[in-house]
């Protein structure tokens, strides 16, 4: 048995085992580069993804964006609308009071008075006319003052002017309106 040569056995089992060893290796870096290529798509995939969403997320804000400023156009149309039917429901209690207001200057007139010039500025009201005395137009104060459409009554000029057989007194009276919300409430129900 001496005689057997083992070594080109050993030669053919040694190139055996590094073509395995070669293959083997060859195999395990093939799977890292593919374990690797997987992760690397795997994370690329949720990437997009996630742009995908924060696109959809972008495009809803947008949207949202519109719709609130059409809300606060909405609502400055709306407080421009609510200002208007102010304005018109103050301009409807105005027009019932000034009926009153010249109802009540026409009740209160009294004899011997005549209005020649009758103005209004915001809330007072200016009275030109003439009396035959100064007790004609201290009465006209009095009946004002008297009355729930009036608060005071002020005597701004009494002149007098003569003329042929009797004297004139020319004066001028400021009537301060007298407004309270439940009175034209009251009026504009009747």
Not at 110 to 139: C, F, W, Y
Not at 158 to 178: G, H, N, P, Y
Request: net charge positive.
């Amino acid at each position: 048995m001496s005689n057997i040569n083992l070594l080109p056995w050993r030669g053919e089992q040694r190139q055996k085992n590094d073509k395995k060893l070669l293959l083997a290796s060859f195999t395990f870096w093939a799977a890292c580069l593919l374990v690797g290529f997987l992760a690397l798509e795997n994370l690329n995939g949720r990437l997009s993804y996630q742009n995908e969403r924060n696109q959809y997320l972008m495009h809803e804000n947008s949207k949202l964006n519109r719709k609130i400023a059409d809300i606060k156009k909405l609502q400055a149309e709306k407080r421009d609308l609510v200002g208007r039917i102010n304005v018109i429901q103050d301009l409807q209690q105005d027009r019932i009071h000034i009926i009153h207001v010249f109802d009540d200057i026409v009740r209160k007139l009294p004899a011997g008075v005549t209005l020649d010039k009758m103005s209004k500025k915001s809330r007072e009201i200016h009275l030109k006319g003439r009396a035959q005395s100064n007790s004609r137009v201290s009465e006209l104060m009095n009946k004002a003052d008297s009355s729930e459409f009036f608060g005071r009554s002020n005597l701004n000029v009494v002149a007098l002017q003569k003329k042929s057989d009797t004297d004139i007194r020319e004066f001028e009276v400021v009537l301060t309106e007298a407004i309270s919300e439940a009175n034209t409430t009251q009026e504009a129900q009747k």
